[in-house]
């Protein structure tokens, strides 16, 4: 069975330390990956995606993910986290004959603090 | 936000009540889907449409009903048989065709049943 896991429900960092949120995956096939984020009380805005390529990806806001093929991982980084950083986290998986549909993480809570 | 509008931005109303939930998009998507989010239960897919007069259940889709009349639209009704409707409601847009698979979301409906 296809399956996404966001092995942690909250991520506290300190403003200006590296930010890493964690993904892993289940698929059949080749995977294609994407990282959503989510402020209260609004709809989910797109980071960035991997669908083939250069494992590392370059999204918005200086996020970046990288595809780890062997580990079946696409952890989202950042190198010097923003308070404005805090917000909701979801990973997401699309996978061959999937009918477009997306499977999805259940969310990290990513804390920034000062 | 895109291109995708949801309203209202909140909606009350009491048991029993069917109640339908408006999402409009102007991107020329083929592909709309319907989310609902609980907190610490991430995005769980109720039904999509891959193209007009046409639609799918997802995993939760009992208690719901939906139309795709138009392009553009996708209206999500909520029925009473829904046992728990209390949620936030996502719509979200998706091409198709082509390299650009990501899903595009609508600022959600907070729907309160009481």
């Known amino acids: 069975a296809q399956s996404v896991a966001q092995p942690e429900d909250q991520v506290n960092v300190a403003e200006g330390n590296p930010l890493t949120v964690k993904c892993t995956y289940s698929?059949?096939?080749?995977?294609?990956l994407f990282w959503y984020v989510q402020y209260p009380n609004r709809g989910l805005q797109f980071l960035l995606k991997?669908?083939?390529?250069d494992n590392l990806v370059k999204g918005s806001y200086g996020f970046e993910a990288e595809f780890n093929k062997s580990q079946t991982s696409f952890h989202l980084k950042k190198p010097s986290a923003l308070v404005s950083d805090s917000a909701l986290y979801f990973c997401?998986?699309?996978?061959?004959?999937?009918?477009?549909?997306?499977?999805w993480g259940a969310g990290t809570k990513l804390i920034i603090k000062p | 936000d895109g291109g995708i509008t949801q309203s209202p931005k909140y909606l009350f109303r009491k048991e029993g009540q069917n109640v339908t939930l408006s999402c409009e998009q102007n991107?020329?998507?083929?592909?709309m889907y319907w989310y609902r989010q609980d907190p610490g239960q991430g995005l769980r897919l109720i039904y999509y449409?891959?193209?007009?007069?046409?639609?799918q259940k997802g995993d939760i889709a009992e208690g719901y009903s939906v139309s795709r009349e138009k392009k553009e639209s996708f209206p999500l009704t909520v029925t009473s048989a829904q046992k728990n409707p209390t949620a936030f409601y996502l719509c979200?847009?998706?091409?198709?065709?082509?390299?650009?698979?990501?899903?595009?979301f609508g600022p959600g409906t907070r729907l309160t049943v009481t």
């Open positions: 991997y669908i083939t390529g």
């Open positions: 698929v059949s096939g080749n995977p294609y």
């Open positions: 979200a847009s998706s091409p198709t065709s082509g390299r650009e698979y990501e899903q595009y």
């Open positions: 997401a998986v699309r996978w061959q004959d999937s009918n477009y549909q997306l499977i």
């Open positions: 449409s891959q193209i007009v007069n046409d639609f």
């Open positions: 991107l020329n998507h083929d592909a």
